[in-house]
């Protein structure tokens, strides 16, 4: 029998995408861009919290958001509302953002005066953490509603995270979710990963949150 071929295309398309987000990493960091890759479950307050955040953060850094999502524009328009430079970005029924949509989004957004430019990827557990969005870091939201065992369930995605926002922390009463149990399954996932719970809602953790933030984007900036 004659030797078949093989040809491995999703390795391929991942060395691909992970050059370009190389590349694009080094584009930002030219610029003093510092990119942020924000994802979650839809529902977890993604939007929220970046409503908290602009806020919180002030005039202190110029603020860019791209919001991914496979129709509609409704969190575009709820950012804007913030006063946030925003665009919106239509996958087109694509679950994901990779590094060159994320390239056509950044320029869409025109980042000549964004110093913090924050991706709120488009909302599910599993394709986002596939791909390196070029992002200078990776942030995730949990919310409590969600249970404890997410950690356990999708373990890419807490995996490749550099935070994660236990978000909706007013409810911890009302829902069977044990946040020791949480963290320790976070960080047997990913020993490095900050946790910080927060409540977008009522602002509660907000500031550790935008803290961790700003240092991050100094931190990298600056390094050789």
Not at 114 to 127: F, P, S, Y
Not at 159 to 181: A, E, G, R, W
Request: some cysteine; proline content about 4%; aromatic content about 4%.
């Amino acid at each position: 029998m004659a030797d078949v071929r093989i040809l491995e295309i999703k390795q391929s398309v991942f060395a691909d995408n992970d050059r370009q987000a190389d590349e694009l990493r080094r584009e930002l960091k030219e610029k003093g861009v510092f990119l942020l890759n924000l994802m979650s479950s839809p529902g977890s307050g993604k939007t929220t919290t970046l409503m908290r955040t602009i806020a919180a953060i002030g005039e202190k850094v110029k603020i860019g958001v791209m919001e991914a999502d496979i129709d509609s524009d409704v969190d575009a328009r709820t950012i804007a509302g913030s006063g946030a430079k925003v665009i919106q970005l239509h996958t087109g029924g694509m679950c994901h953002l990779d590094a060159a949509m994320t390239r056509q989004g950044l320029e869409g957004l025109e980042t000549g005066d964004v110093e913090l430019a924050i991706l709120e990827n488009v909302g599910n557990l599993v394709c986002p953490a596939e791909f390196d969005t070029g992002a200078c870091k990776n942030a995730m939201i949990l919310s409590v509603p969600e249970g404890d065992d997410k950690p356990l369930k999708y373990p890419l995605m807490f995996s490749i995270c550099d935070v994660v926002l236990i978000n909706k922390i007013d409810v911890l009463p009302y829902f069977d979710f044990d946040m020791d149990k949480c963290v320790e399954n976070i960080h047997m996932r990913n020993p490095g990963a900050k946790v910080i719970p927060i409540c977008a809602k009522t602002g509660e953790g907000i500031d550790k949150w935008v803290k961790w933030l700003l240092e991050q984007r100094e931190i990298w900036l600056h390094k050789a």
